[in-house]
């Protein structure tokens, strides 16, 4: 049986054996094929690569050369408009060095004509020089005085000429002006203060609420301090619990919310239910009591004055001027008084009473919402009036009572005048005790610095300062002078209520000894 099969084996695997060789030379006849298509491929891209560069590299060389030109164009075009600008510049610069040589000949001529013409001055100076003091020897010799002294003499005889000149036009002037001026003045004032009298209440940052007994304290404090701090807290007011007795003390710079508390303090104190709903509740009816006496004291204010057809807000702020103060004076009764003033001095002088009470009592509405408002109280009035278009008058006068502006019509003036007449009154505005020591102090000292004042002394609570001369450095005539230079350096360098009365003495003794 293997005999039988072997010999078919045998073909196969021979048939396969010639059959791989075939394969094997069928491949690589086409490998040999696609090898030399490769290559003539390749030849051929090499070939057109070669083509492109070279045509590449022509066209970058005329490019390259077109540049070139361009450049070579553009820098001689360059080249020739600097040669150009050069050339005109080194003309420019011939011309002003021929211009320069010109006017420095010029110069040289005319300084040889100022130094001959000095020449010639020095000569006549010093034939003046010579004439003149020959004139002056001769002088001297006539007159027995020496240049020095005649000039000394001369100067002293001319100040004392215009010092005597100065002190008796000034003398003059001001005795006309009395005469003409000092008694209608004296009178319509006079009157005046004497047809007005008003209580002024003296405000303080403090109110003191009594109680019933020192137990209340502890009640009004509460448990764990929680009534205090409520009303506290409502009402914006300090309440400073000490060991006054049966007191309680309210403090606050404003006194609107000072009374609101005083008023609340009071009606929890009289109710005796003290907690905080209760404290909230009596606070409100606090405000809306103060806020109706503060329009209540506004048309009070309108009514005493008889200044009518005010805005209801100018009246509602007139009622706030109650609770404030300046210098120790309430502003709404001095706002009164200066409209009585005005009206009263209009009066005299036939001027518009009506306005000039307007005017008066509006002129420091500004002062209830300095606390509120940024700004003088000047500004703030002066806003509100024209707000509420006020006359035009009334606007002015209250803009120029300070003097920040010069006052330019009657009832400016008399505002003015009345506003100081009732900041000066005697009691009508107080200081405390360190202030006022004070301004006495710097009121002597600015008084003695003067030259020729012997001593000065401050009177009539700092309204009056006594200065006494020396009489060998202050003549008479030098008395009314010195008296006016006092006066404007106290305006000067003091600020202070009303006027200070000025009054300087000197003392002329005769002394003779009989034998």
């Known amino acids: ?61 005329v490019e390259a050369k077109d540049e070139i030109h361009k450049m070579r164009n553009d820098s001689e075009r360059e080249l ?21 040589e010109k006017r420095s000949d010029k110069l040289e001529k005319k300084e040889e004509e100022l130094a001959a013409k000095l020449e010639n001055a020095d000569k006549t100076l010093q034939e003046a020089e010579v004439v003149k003091n020959h004139q002056f020897e001769m002088l001297e010799k006539i007159s027995g005085f020496s240049a020095e002294q005649a000039k000394d003499h001369l100067l002293a005889n001319l100040d004392n000429e215009l010092e005597h000149d100065k002190a008796l036009r000034i003398t003059n002037i001001e005795n006309r002006l009395r005469e003409e001026a000092d008694d209608k003045a004296r009178n319509i004032i006079s009157q005046a203060i004497q047809r007005i009298a008003s209580d002024h209440v003296a405000e303080i940052t403090v109110s003191v609420v009594p109680l019933p007994n020192d137990e209340m304290k502890g009640r009004i404090i509460g448990r764990e301090g929680r009534n205090i701090r409520t009303l506290e807290t409502l009402t914006g007011v300090d309440l400073i619990i000490d060991d006054t007795p049966e007191a309680i003390t309210l403090s ?17 104190i009289q109710d005796g239910r003290i907690h905080p709903s209760r404290i909230e509740e009596m606070v409100d009816k606090a405000k809306k009591e103060v806020e109706n006496k503060i329009k209540q004291d506004g048309e009070r204010a309108t009514m005493e004055t008889g200044v009518h057809g005010l805005n209801s807000e ?138 020729g004042v012997e001593k000065s002394f401050a009177i009539q609570a700092g309204r009056e300062i006594r200065v006494l001369l020396k009489p060998e450095v202050i003549s008479d005539d030098l008395l009314v002078i010195t008296a006016r230079d006092i006066c404007k350096k106290i305006e000067a360098e003091l600020d202070y209520p009303g006027q200070i009365k000025v009054h300087c003495i000197r003392e002329s003794r005769a002394i003779e000894y009989a034998k």
């Not at 059959?19 to 891209?45: D, H, L, N």
């Not at 020739?80 to 320069?100: G, I």
């Open 1 to 61: 049986m293997l005999q039988i099969l072997l010999p078919p084996i045998i073909a196969l695997i021979a048939g396969a054996v010639i059959a791989f060789i075939a394969g094997v030379q069928y491949r690589k006849r086409i490998a040999e094929s696609e090898f030399g298509s490769a290559e003539e491929e390749a030849k051929r891209v090499v070939s057109e690569a070669i083509k492109n560069a070279e045509s590449k590299k022509k066209e970058a060389l």
């Open 252 to 268: 606050s710079h404003d006194p609107v919310k000072r009374e609101v508390a005083r008023i609340a303090l009071e009606k929890l």
């Open 314 to 451: 100018l009246v509602r702020l007139l009622g706030r001027m109650r609770y404030r103060t300046s210098y120790g004076q309430n502003v709404l009764d001095h706002a009164i008084e200066v409209a009585n003033l005005s009206g009263v001095m209009a009066a005299e002088i036939g001027a518009n009473v009506p306005l000039a009470k307007r005017a008066g009592l509006l002129h420091d509405i500004g002062k209830s919402l300095t606390h509120k408002i940024e700004g003088s109280h000047v500004q703030i009035g002066l806003d509100l009036v024209k707000k509420h278009k006020e006359h035009f008058e009334v606007i002015h006068a209250i803009e120029s009572h300070h003097g920040d502006v010069e006052p330019k019509t009657t009832i400016a003036c008399l505002v003015q005048a009345a506003d100081a007449i009732s900041a000066a009154r005697p009691g009508a505005r107080r200081e405390n005790i360190e202030n006022y020591i004070k301004r006495l102090e710097k009121l002597e000292e600015i008084t003695n610095a003067f030259n």
């Open 80 to 100: 020739k408009e600097r040669r150009t600008e050069v050339t005109r510049l080194e003309r420019r610069a011939q011309q002003k060095e021929e211009s320069l």
